[in-house]
């Protein structure tokens, strides 16, 4: 179904159907109102036959998900998330909200401690027509966990991307949560915009695209967006993983790509020690300049006799 023949406002589909469940997940859901509304809407709206969600958490947007579709009696959902443990209670599973509300719901899998790369050729496999990435929001997570997926959707999937807008956030500590963003500014496609949100951001903070023929085409785009400097260190496990999907369903410029684009964000990682070593000598120049001259000389002599220099 093209988009130029929609004129659907989707955070505004459907919103009853998700009303019957939010005020059991707003206490543990990562999206607002609006943000469900929205995802809520695009389901209800393109009916997908298999919807693929990377990024589980407590399990929220899995409900949001599996209450969108529980009309739709052929359509499977399958949930993946890195961590076994919910992050910020790890005395629970992840997605033990989406268990607890939908203890019975026969057409969710649910993957745990693995990474997408790692299961969607053998267990998930082909024809997803829906695809929502929510995981770190730190580059390169989304646009590796879509890279991995893009040979699997279907040539006119949809794409939800949470968190498009999560670096204007006032705490600092979201400065490098670009990584959806990066992946929805780099990939061709037919781009779907909430425009009618008030969630407090300026830009809308959840966004999704349609695969079209030209995302292929420029599919190149997304394989070069690597080389910006990673932000999280990715495991040599999920880093392989990946690349066997590079090498096997990509044409081998873009395996190449890959394996540089890898190469040079391990080149320029900072270790712990190296970090520390800087933090130390940091330090000992701001303490060495709180004492007075006298001191100054007689720990330089120690250390001229500790170590010769």
């Known amino acids: 179904m093209s988009l130029d023949s929609i004129k659907c406002v989707f955070e505004k589909y459907e919103t009853t159907h998700l009303d019957a469940i939010y005020a ?33 958490a407590a399990g929220a947007s899995s409900c949001v998900l599996l209450n969108a579709v529980k009309d739709m009696q052929e359509t499977a959902v399958h949930s993946v998330d890195i961590s ?6 790890p005395s629970l599973l992840s997605g033990w909200k989406a268990k607890e509300l939908f203890p019975d719901h026969a057409r969710w899998n649910l993957y745990l401690g693995v990474d997408l790369a790692e299961i969607i050729e053998n267990q998930i496999k082909g024809g997803i027509d829906f695809l929502l990435l929510d995981t770190a929001h730190v580059h390169p997570a989304e646009t590796l966990s879509f890279l991995s997926a893009f040979p699997y959707l279907s040539g006119d999937a949809i794409v939800v991307l949470h968190d498009v807008n999560l670096f204007n956030d006032p705490d600092p500590g979201n400065l490098n ?31 999704a695209f349609q695969i079209n023929k030209d995302t292929c085409k420029y599919i190149s785009d997304v394989v070069r967006s690597l080389f910006f400097p990673w932000g999280i260190q990715v495991s040599e496990k999920t880093l392989k993983a990946t690349e066997k999907i ?16 890898v190469k040079q964000n391990q080149s320029r990682r900072v270790t712990f020690k190296q970090r520390w070593a800087v933090v130390k000598r940091e330090l000992r120049a701001m303490c060495i300049m709180c004492l007075p001259p006298s001191w100054v000389l007689f720990l330089r002599k120690i250390r001229k006799l500790l170590t010769g220099k």
């Open 246 to 261: 590079l090498q096997e369903k990509y044409p081998a410029e873009l395996h190449a790509l890959y394996l540089k684009s």
């Open 177 to 207: 949560s670009y990584a959806t963003k990066l992946l929805m500014d780099s990939v061709v496609a037919d781009k779907i915009i909430p425009n009618d949100f008030k969630d407090g951001y300026l830009y809308p903070n959840i966004a």
């Open 84 to 89: 076994k443990a919910y992050y910020k209670n």
């Open 24 to 56: 059991d997940i707003n206490g543990v859901s990562e999206m607002t109102c609006e943000e469900s509304r929205f995802l809520n809407g695009l389901v209800r709206y393109f009916k997908p036959a298999k919807i693929l969600e990377v990024g589980v």
